[in-house]
């Protein structure tokens, strides 16, 4: 199933692309911007949070091809804070992993309806192919009164991401992006109790245009 949700953004940005070369120029208000980019980008995650950078270079035809590297750190699936009134604090539950990812990707960006939008709106496609290197560094646990030190986890996954996007501008050189995107990360081997780590995201990303 989640082989067929990316699929389907490929569709989509195949699509977009034809209607992009195929449509007829529109007057708008100001010529349509294309530059490279760069950015910081923060992740919120089914799985977690995330923090990174891109770099973008422009393509003809409104697109781009760009390099990304991320930081995440990964909750536990049934991981829950609960907050004790006595002690004043907050006390993790199921937290069980310590597990980090680092997502490196090439990304494909594709701007849509180029000539029938304004510069301050660009809604966009993107795919990423790459790399998830992840780590984990499991909590002690108390079994039958002995404490338990897991080994530590480091493994590799190849991923595949597809999302859609839009960019605002405030300024000719500086934007803000929204994106809600999929990524596909399945393991050889178990990493914090299971190989599959595909999640949804929502991104946000702050950038400028060079």
Known sequence: MKKYILSGF?????????????????????????KNERGFTVSLATSGLGLGGVYR???????????SLEFFIVRDDN???LYDPYFNQFIKVNDVNRMFTIPVSIEFKKRLFVNSIENNFRPHLLIQVGGVYGMNFPNEALVNGNIIKPDNEYEFAPS????????????ENYFA????????????????????????EIKFEIGGLW
């Open 10 to 34: 490929i569709l989509m940005l195949c699509f977009f692309s034809g209607q992009t070369l195929a449509q007829d120029y529109e007057i708008i208000e100001t010529v349509p911007i294309h």
């Open 57 to 67: 270079w422009a393509l003809p035809l409104y697109s781009h091809i760009g390099f």
């Open 79 to 81: 991981e829950f804070e």
């Open 160 to 171: 595949l991401l597809g999302g859609f996007g839009v960019d605002f501008t405030t300024k």
């Open 177 to 200: 992006t929204l994106r809600v995107q999929y990524r596909y990360a399945y393991f050889n081997n178990s990493i914090a109790g299971k190989k599959d780590h595909s999640a949804f």
